[in-house]
């Protein structure tokens, strides 16, 4: 659903959905994306794939979100920016979420 709101002369238009905040809707966006490329990666290394376990937890319940996620998070996108830059993109998005919704 969109909704237009307009003040003035400025107007924007914010994306919601009936599950809460756009803030939320781009928390949810931004894990979808990292779960995405997790899977595109396909890797073997046991960090990677301990955040695969996390990010699907969060996916399922991202009102349920542990204060360690966004510390694994950075972590994680520290250790494997070099060689996985589509991964380290996808973790500083679902970061700025976070830290949006002051998580």
Known sequence: MRK??????KRATMCTNSGGT??????????????????RINSEN????RLAGEVEG?????????HSFS??????ADEFEIHH???????????EALSNLGI
């Open 85 to 95: 830059p589509q991964l380290t993109a996808r973790i500083h998005q679902v970061l």
């Open 22 to 39: 756009p803030m939320k809707h781009q928390l949810k966006h931004g894990l979808s994306e990292l779960d995405r490329e997790l899977k």
């Open 4 to 9: 237009e709101f307009s003040s003035g002369l």
């Open 71 to 76: 510390h694994s998070l950075r972590h994680i």
């Open 46 to 49: 046991p960090k990677i794939r």
């Open 58 to 66: 969060a996916i399922s319940q991202p009102d349920d979100l542990p």
